[in-house]
């Protein structure tokens, strides 16, 4: 599986953005697909997960009501909108994808990333 992700930007606080993530392979919709993101000096960190089926999702505690991640299993891609930015959500997003039926948070279950795309959000 490959990924490409894209939609990043500098947007103002308060603002929005629509990342988007195409992915490549066959099996793309058995994947739990995940958005992480990593700060200057910071760890990696998941901030959303979607199961196989949409169905199913996780949101880290810092985007709850803000971030909404989907997914489109005919088109082979999975978005994350985000409303409501905040200059602490500034950071590298990248989406991953994990070759598991389990909702995942754990950077070690995802196999496969894409190369990442910065979100800039001014104060």
């Known amino acids: 599986v490959q990924l490409q992700a894209s939609g990043g930007g500098l947007v103002q606080a308060g603002g929005s953005l629509r990342l988007s993530c195409a992915a490549s392979g066959r099996t793309f919709s058995s994947y739990v697909m995940g958005w992480f993101r990593q700060a200057p000096g910071k760890e990696r960190e998941c901030v959303t997960a979607?199961?196989?089926?949409?169905?199913?999702?996780y949101y880290a505690d810092s985007v709850k009501g803000r971030f909404t991640s989907s997914r489109d299993n005919a088109k082979n891609t999975v978005y994350l909108q985000m409303n409501s930015l905040k200059p602490e959500d500034t950071a590298v997003y990248y989406c991953?994808?994990?070759?598991?039926?389990?909702?995942?948070?754990?950077?070690?279950?995802?196999?496969?990333w894409g190369q990442g795309t910065q979100v800039t959000v001014s104060s």
């Open positions: 979607i199961s196989w089926s949409g169905g199913s999702t």
């Open positions: 991953a994808a994990a070759d598991t039926a389990i909702l995942t948070t754990a950077r070690t279950r995802y196999q496969y």
